[in-house]
């Protein structure tokens, strides 16, 4: 059985103190459950509330990417940036499925979407049941299958990111078994002491209002995935919707603070 320490949370905690003069009140929860029962071992702020998932939708894009037979292993395919396509300097390099993944490499994301076409896009989302299933976009601008998860339709909750790691881990999507082992081979994993080992995929993004403007002094991160030690699996979720501006990106910071936080979160 595990149990959750108090105060488990004090790394992050100390990240999100408010600043005086932001009335908002940050939003934070980190859950972490079962992966074969479901049952919560940890859960601690408010993580039924959706937001976007910004990078985190990487993780169902790359099932879907397998799914429709557009992505081939981890490392088919290989796409090299062209020049006209926006991207920070890091991402105009060749870019395959690990490297998309570790990398948080965007204009690889849109490729794949452009590929897979409106419609498949839009009927995957649906029949994997992820979030609230809108990939329409911002209300006036067409641009679901280019901004859907980056603030603009689609949402989801902490305890949907959870519930769709457990399925994904137990192969229980809706898609063949390929495609979620093909999904699940392209996550980056990182040690987090104690014998775990922690698989996921960060997220990070600002709060938007009704027109699609991102709130660039409300920064949101995420870290999302599984864990394992031995025959013990969990899923986890974190996430953070602050009261101000973060310089860098504010997943990195979920990542890093659940890492330190892990021994700590959960124990035999």
Not at 152 to 164: D, G, K, R, W, Y
Not at 180 to 202: E, I, N, Y
Not at 223 to 230: K, P, T
């Amino acid at each position: 059985m595990f149990v959750l320490l108090r105060p488990a949370l004090l790394s992050l905690l100390l990240a999100i103190m408010p600043v005086a003069g932001h009335a908002a009140e940050p939003l934070t929860c980190t859950l972490i459950a079962d992966v074969e029962s479901g049952a919560v071992l940890v859960r601690d702020g408010t993580c039924d509330q959706r937001v976007a998932p910004f990078s985190t939708f990487k993780l169902p894009l790359a099932v879907m990417g397998f799914e429709t037979g557009i992505l081939k292993d981890s490392h088919t395919p290989s796409w090299h940036w062209q020049p006209g396509i926006a991207a920070p300097e890091r991402d105009r390099k060749s870019v395959d499925p690990t490297i998309w993944e570790r990398d948080s490499v965007l204009w690889y994301s849109r490729e794949l979407v452009q590929r897979m076409g409106a419609e498949e896009f839009g009927a995957l989302v649906a029949r994997m049941d992820y979030g609230n299933r809108d990939v329409v976009g911002t209300a006036g601008k067409d641009n679901g299958m280019t901004h859907a998860w980056l603030g603009a339709s689609l949402t989801i909750s902490p305890e949907e990111q959870v519930q769709f790691v457990r399925r994904l881990v137990l192969g229980q999507l809706p898609v063949s078994a390929g495609a979620q082992a093909g999904a699940r081979a392209t996550l980056p994993s990182f040690p987090a002491g104690d014998g775990w080992v922690l698989t996921g995929k960060t997220g990070s993004g600002w709060v938007t209002d009704a027109r699609g403007n991102y709130a660039k002094d409300r920064s949101l991160g995420w870290f999302i995935g599984w864990a394992e030690r031995g025959d013990d699996r969990v899923a986890f979720a974190r996430l953070l919707v602050d009261n101000q501006a973060r310089g860098g990106a504010l997943g990195l910071t979920m990542r890093d603070s659940l890492i330190t936080d892990w021994p700590a979160l959960v124990q035999r």
